[in-house]
Nanobody
């Protein structure tokens, strides 16, 4: 399975950006998908996750109400729509895939449970 993240770039604070993650090699619908991010000099942190059907999502408190995760299984692509961006959102954004079942009790926020990772796409928010 290969994950390819794209769509990063430079945006002003308050602006919007959408990053994408395209999956190849296996059908996207087999996986629940997460987005993580890693700011310079910091650990990689959980951002959002979406179930295989798209019916369940969870978000980090820091992005709740500003970011929206979605998926198009027919296009084998997962999206992260980022609105009201802040300089502290600057990071490399990674997508990840897990074959399990997503629930509130899942450790979906832990990067070690994911089976596959994309290479990351850089998002820079200027003040």
């Amino acid at each position: 399975v290969q994950l390819q993240a794209s769509g990063g770039g430079l945006v002003q604070a308050g602006g919007s950006l959408r990053v994408s993650c395209t999956v190849s090699g296996r059908t996207l619908s087999m996986y629940y998908m997460g987005w993580f991010r890693q700011a310079p000099g910091k650990d990689r942190d959980f951002v959002a996750v979406i179930s295989q059907s798209g019916g369940t999502t969870y978000y980090a408190d820091s992005v709740k109400g500003r970011f929206t995760i979605s998926r198009d299984n027919a296009e084998n692509t997962v999206y992260l729509q980022m609105n009201s961006l802040k300089p502290e959102d600057t990071a490399v954004y990674y997508c990840a895939a897990n074959l399990g079942r997503l629930s509130g009790g899942s450790a979906y926020y832990k990067e070690e449970i994911y089976d596959y990772w994309g290479q990351g796409t850089l998002v820079t928010v200027s003040s």
